[in-house]
């Protein structure tokens, strides 16, 4: 791209003409935005008013990340400049950033590095203006994006009104795609009772042509909280449900997102979330390695679920236990830190210890995880492996040793972890030892000098 350099500078703060690429041409500001050199189309500064006044500050806030010509860039904050000034050296800098330069002692170009000769700066009238031209252009064009985009939700709204059959599913793909790339087709929706006739499209005879479109559309929207009532009704969450079981991957996870925001930080009815079908639905989802983002919003919503007490049971009645536990291995960080804290939340049931001591991968996996992901993670997984080898310490201590646990507790009580969490360790420690050869358990530890 052509940089523009000044090849003329006035003392009485008029306009500067801009020398192209060193080529010895001098252009003044209109010949640049007719010509086209900055991407201007000649009418939107200089149309005779085609464009309403704006601030340039408010136009470069509000347009969405865009390439901005690298002329228009402070060479000190890498920032579209606002108020640009021209040094001696003729170089172009943000007033406020030159005049921050100057107030730390430097009598430098920052560019350069030469030393000035004459420390004044001289307004860059042209070079504002064509910025100003620029971001106008850009603006315009943004809001003209922006209304065309509110029309078309508008109109899809309307349309959803009148058809049925295929009509309503082609109309209900085509708000999904504008309220999923556009901010402001989330705001039209909701702002234009979309949200209730959404919903009213949910319930029991619903197809699942309309029930996905549908859910797909919502679950990217602010819901209120009587939209979310609404929402909630038997009918519609049976539905979500059902598609849960049979959708595809991407109706399966927005139906997972959607019953969570539904249910998250409220009192629910348990008959809601204790259904076998919901939750056999999740695990196959968490399940589903071919599609991570599925695991995450499976297990986030088994997290919320296994907040509410007396669903606890029917999770572990599933088998819901073994089936985290193998897949252990296979989660990333994110993953791992959920599913550690469902598996502590069930290890405080008795039969969810009995489901993670009869499970024979549970302790050697869980221990490798010990020191490994995060302090969370290892706090999660102390409270599963205690609850396990409290349950059975001479069956669960010895495995628990032969996966490594007694080197890894060292390491924690070490560590400059939470105290809590060391004194836990250390009970544990002692419990294995307790119930272990005492040559070979500290021959396990890998750490004799420590124990001694």
């Given amino acids: 791209m052509p940089m523009y350099q000044p090849s003329t500078r006035r003392r009485d703060g008029g306009d500067v003409k801009l020398d192209v690429g060193g080529g010895g041409q001098v252009l003044d500001l209109e010949t640049a935005v007719k010509d086209g050199i900055l991407g201007g189309d000649g009418g939107a500064f200089f149309g005779g008013g085609v464009v309403e006044k704006s601030d340039l500050k408010t136009m470069v806030a509000e347009l969405e990340p865009i ?24 170089q172009t800098y943000e007033r406020s950033n030159i005049l921050r330069w100057f107030s730390l002692g430097h009598f430098t170009c920052p560019t350069t590095m030469q030393e000035l000769w004459d420390d004044s700066v001289t307004p860059n009238k042209t070079l504002h203006q064509l910025i100003y031209s620029w971001f106008s252009q850009k603006y ?8 065309d985009v509110q029309g078309r939700a508008l109109e899809l709204l309307e349309t959803l009104k009148k058809v049925k059959g295929q009509a309503r599913v082609q109309a209900l793909k085509d708000l999904r795609h504008v309220v999923v790339a556009h901010a402001s087709a989330k705001k039209t929706v909701a702002g234009n009772n979309g949200v209730p006739l959404l919903s009213s499209l949910l319930g029991r005879f619903t197809s699942h042509a309309v029930g996905s479109e549908t859910i797909g559309i919502l679950v990217n929207l602010d819901l209120n909280l009587e939209s979310k009532a609404d929402l909630m009704q038997p009918a519609k969450i049976s539905l979500m449900v059902d598609m849960l079981n049979e959708g595809s991957i991407e109706t399966k996870i927005n139906c997972t997102k959607l019953i969570e925001m539904l249910i998250v930080g409220k009192d629910f009815a348990s008959e809601i979330v204790s259904s076998l079908s919901l939750l056999v639905g999740l695990l196959r989802l968490v399940k589903d390695k071919r599609h991570p983002n ?24 599933i088998g819901a236990v073994p089936q985290l536990v193998e897949i252990l291995p296979s989660l990333n960080n994110e993953c791992l830190e959920v599913a550690l804290y469902v598996l502590e939340v069930l290890s405080t049931l008795p039969e969810g210890r009995l489901a993670l001591k009869d499970c024979p991968n549970s302790i050697p996996n869980v221990v490798r995880l010990m020191m490994k992901v995060s302090e969370s993670c290892t706090q999660f997984a102390l409270s599963i492996l205690w609850a396990v080898c409290k349950l059975a310490p001479e069956e669960c201590a010895s495995l628990a040793v032969e996966a490594g646990l007694a080197a890894k507790l060292l390491l924690v009580i070490q560590s400059g972890c939470d105290p809590i969490m060391k004194q836990r360790s250390a009970e544990l420690l002692k419990l294995c030892s307790l119930n272990y050869t005492a040559t070979l358990f500290i021959s396990k530890c890998k750490l004799t000098r420590t124990i001694q």
């Fill in 140 to 147: 315009l064009a943004m809001k003209k994006r922006s209304e």
């Fill in 294 to 317: 599925g695991v995450l919003a499976g297990l986030s919503l088994l997290k919320t679920v296994c907040s509410h007490e007396p669903v606890r049971s029917s999770v572990v009645s």
């Fill in 67 to 90: 390439d901005v010509p690298s002329v228009f860039i402070c060479p000190i904050s890498l920032e579209p400049m606002q108020d640009p000034v021209t040094l001696c050296t003729g």
